[in-house]
């Protein structure tokens, strides 16, 4: 039997198989960025992943610039969330809640017209869908100042208290792909010459601080952290990739975490920094507890991965979002469901659940080809 139908140990909890469901942003949440019934639903199909790592949640007004994109930051939020939290753990699921601030990727159209937040002054290069309907250019972004980063910081510790409150097993601090945390971690972005700037170590304070915060109030075992040393999204960079993130990477190993979620995306999916050698190997060497990678992988590259004791477990995004029994058809090795990628993303409300919650399961398939094959 292959690796992935191993059972593993995270913080307190046994799961089931290492073949977990990585965080993947739909815009299916209502405008005002609550959790809707048919989120539930497609949580609840993909229950029987080791783990689920929900959507990008996010913990404030201002870190949310995704049209659609659930937030964790008022009481109404709050409480769709525990709809969610009760559908998952109703199929003795396992959730981890992503919660991010996305920073300068937070256009102003979001904000009233007031300038986004991030490390600098700085401009991020993309588009994004904005509440009025259009697609825009990000705009400058402004420096965060002290007070604005210390409540930053607890906006974390409420969110991830909330999410705790609404039955998901722990968070993920989402410091990767170009998002606030991000921003703060790499040079290309980070211009401080404060505490939280300069030199590698500083830059790498704020995501120490707030996984410390965190953990405080969840308990350590409840936190997990993702990374992306090669992803260029939003045109992240840093000028000692290596040093940063072995750095940053150490220094979590004091922290006993529930895991270190690393995406190191495949050439073919784009946003690669390709002067930028793959840092996974490195890092899963210097890192002393579970460490999940993403990005890419298919059934087989996922057990050479495990075999080859390149991670604990493996996070599946695309091929998650069309077989909501993924590992189901893994352990019985069946052909997976076409992915309809016009419906990765959506603001429309209309579609309901085409694209998201619809796609057939595999017992379903054989009974109606059983169905189809039995004599009239």
Known sequence: MSRLFDTIKLGQQQLNNRIFMAPMTRGRAS?????????????????????????????????????????????????????????????????????????????????????????????????????????????????????????????????????????????????????????????????????????????????????????????????????????AMWGIADSQPLELFSYLVEQLNSRKLAYLHVLEPKPEFGHVIKTVATLAPTLRKLYRGTFILNGGFDQERAEQALNNNEADAIAFGVPFIANPDLVYRYKNKLSLNEVRADYFYTSDSSLGAEGYSDYPLAKQQQVQQNTSEQPA
């Not at 703060?184 to 030199?199: E, I, M, T």
């Open 31 to 231: 405008p005002d960025g609550v959790p809707t019934e048919l989120m539930a639903k497609y949580y609840a199909q993909r229950a029987e992943a080791g783990l689920i790592i929900t959507e990008a949640v996010a913990v404030s007004k201002d870190g949310l610039g995704w049209w659609r994109a659930p937030g964790i930051f008022t009481a109404e939020q709050q409480r769709a969330w525990k709809t969610v939290g009760q559908a998952i753990n109703a199929e003795q699921g396992h959730a981890f809640m992503q919660l991010w601030h996305m920073g300068a990727c937070v256009h102003p159209d979001f904000l009233g017209g007031k300038d986004a937040l991030s490390a600098s002054d700085c401009t991020l290069s993309g588009e994004v869908h904005t509440p009025s309907g259009e697609k825009k250019q990000l705009r400058q972004a402004r420096a965060m100042q002290l007070d604005e980063i210390q409540q930053t910081q607890q906006d974390f510790v409420v969110a991830a208290k909330a999410a705790i409150d609404a039955g998901f097993s722990g968070v993920e601090v989402h410091a990767a792909n170009g998002f606030l945390l991000d921003q703060f971690l790499r040079d290309g972005s980070n211009q401080r010459s404060d505490l939280y700037g300069g030199s590698i170590n500083k830059r790498c304070r704020l995501v120490l601080e707030l996984i410390d915060a965190v953990a405080d109030a969840i308990g350590e075992e409840r936190v997990g952290i993702r990374l992306s040393p090669s992803n």
